[in-house]
């Protein structure tokens, strides 16, 4: 059997993110914003369903239109004549090691002011420059960061428009000292804010941290769930997409269609990413194959998908084990017990994802009371990662494949071998950055993980440089190998990537 190489080259009408749907999300947004006191609005959901490309559009004033409901261009109009909007996507400031925390509040108010003396001054330079990093001046890192807060509170203040602050990834913002949360709050009073977070934001912030009464996250209203896009906003997008196929002298049968619903569910970017290899399967399959090749096996779209579906699956699967899912505060005792191999959310995943048509609800955590079960299905229902259709499904089938995956890996212990699980027990805890990237290294633990797919993997969007990369996993190692100079476990590819060993 051929070999067919499906990338996604540059004509690819599928290779770049566009924004579609999300009405009623944008209807939400309108509602708070242009009330009489423009209110603070949260956007929750899981990591990839588009809460970046949402907040994106809504920081465009130029591309704030929807064609698919006019209805609500007033409200977007009114939107871009009394806003200006700031976007900054804030993932990483809260992931450094404790002693550069205060570095990471100087540089995410630095950061702030500067994509808001873009928006608002033009081709100006900022009157203040970006903070550098010194030895051991945490007071300067505090006195600069306040600086930098008092020039952005006069900016915003003295600017004709109302400034909204879309701050993406706001978990990032959360883990910071506590401070900046209670200077976003006092600059409440001159700007709005517009936040997108994977949990409810109070599951961020231990209340006995807290020195004033009204902590940040009481500064907003009921959040915005935002989950899988409508089958009718997907109609839509398969139907645009069919029409772009044909402008590029491609054309997909009803079954083509149908692959793609059924590989994709209504997830935005599975759908890119299955358009995108169905597009140039159809067209190798006309220009190299003359058409010969049948799809009756799907072998070569299966591939395409699964791998670059891989990323994607791994953050949603490796969401169903943070602590707040389980409505647990970051920082509790209960977070600092050893985690088991799988949660509650990736065992009751897995049980419905082993049903060949689906897995009815006796079947599912079969050892656990009925309302703990019900529980836990309502978490993964409500985010959209199961649905009902007379039994339980997995959302798509590129998700159930990859969750089927997780087993092997997963049914044993954590640990590496009897040698490590000694270890193990005694590992000071790692930063979330440094769990996210040993998180995707046990998942694959025992193959070569590229550098570029680990970072894919891990940040998305302002991804690290490969030394950053290596500085991460020599921390790694200092806190799982007995001789990190000569790690016996996190073995590094001269060239090529990590692989965490099996034995």
Same mark, same amino acid.
């Given at each position: ?24 999300? @944008? ?19 899981? *990591? ?71 928006? /608002? ?16 001046? *945490? ?130 970017? @599975? ?29 070569? /779209? *299966? ?100 969750? @089927? ?33 040993? *998180? ?64």
């Amino acid at each position: 059997m051929n070999e067919l190489q499906l990338s996604l080259p540059s004509h690819n009408p599928f290779s770049e993110t566009e924004f579609w749907g999300r009405h009623k999300e @944008l209807v939400a947004i309108s509602r708070y914003l242009l009330s009489e006191a423009a209110r603070c609005c949260a956007i929750i959901g899981e *990591d990839t369903f588009g809460k970046t490309t949402l907040l994106q559009y809504l920081s465009n004033a130029q591309e704030m239109l929807v064609v698919e409901h006019p209805e609500l261009n007033g409200s977007l109009m009114q939107l871009k004549e009394k806003f200006v909007f700031v976007y900054l996507n804030c993932a990483g400031y809260g992931d450094e090691v404790a002693d550069m925390k205060n570095l990471a509040s100087a540089r995410f108010w630095w950061d702030l002011y500067n994509a808001a003396w873009e928006k /608002l001054q033009g081709g100006k330079s900022p009157r203040l420059t970006k903070p550098k990093a010194h030895a051991d001046v *945490d007071q300067e890192y505090i006195d600069t960061a306040l600086e930098i807060r008092w020039e952005l509170e006069d900016l915003v203040q003295n600017h004709s428009c109302k400034i909204a602050f879309v701050l993406d990834n706001f978990e990032g913002v959360a883990r910071l000292p506590l401070r900046d949360s209670e200077w976003l709050r006092s600059m409440a009073r001159v700007c709005t804010y517009v936040v997108a977070s994977r949990d409810l934001l109070y599951l961020y912030y231990h209340p006995s941290n807290w020195s004033t009464p009204s902590p940040l996250w009481n500064l907003f209203g009921d959040p915005i769930y935002l989950n899988l896009p409508t089958i009718e906003d997907v109609d839509r997008f398969l139907n645009r997409a069919c029409d772009k196929v044909r402008i590029d002298n491609s054309a997909w049968k009803l079954s083509d269609v149908e692959y793609i619903r059924k590989m994709a569910g209504r997830h935005p970017a @599975l759908l890119r990413i299955a358009c995108a290899s169905m597009f140039e399967y159809r067209l190798q399959e006309s220009r190299m194959l003359a058409g010969k090749q049948s799809l009756d096996d799907e072998t070569y /779209l *299966d591939y395409s998908i699964d791998n670059s579906a891989g990323p994607i699956c791994m953050q949603l699967w490796q969401g169903l084990a943070r602590p707040e899912l389980r409505s647990e505060l970051r920082g509790t005792d209960k977070q600092q017990e050893a985690a088991p191999s799988l949660s509650l959310h990736q065992r009751a995943l897995l049980d419905i994802a082993k049903g060949p048509t689906g897995t009815k609800e006796a079947l599912i955590l079969p050892k656990l009371e009925a309302y703990e079960k019900q529980k836990i299905l309502f978490d993964l229902e409500r985010r959209d990662l199961i649905e009902y259709k007379e039994v339980w499904h997995v959302f798509s089938e590129a998700m159930r494949r990859f969750v @089927l995956k997780q087993e092997p890996a997963s049914a044993s212990t954590t640990v590496l071998s009897q040698d490590l699980a000694g270890r193990q027990r005694d590992i000071p805890g790692l930063t979330h950055q440094e769990k996210k990237v040993y *998180d995707y290294l046990k998942a694959h633990r025992g193959e070569l993980c590229p550098r570029e797919d680990i970072k894919w993997a891990v940040w998305q969007s302002n991804e690290p440089t490969n030394s950053a990369l290596q500085k991460i996993i020599e921390r790694i190692r200092e806190k799982i190998e007995l001789d990190p100079d000569n790690p016996r476990y996190l073995i590094a590819i001269r060239g090529k990537g990590y692989i965490l060993r099996e034995d």
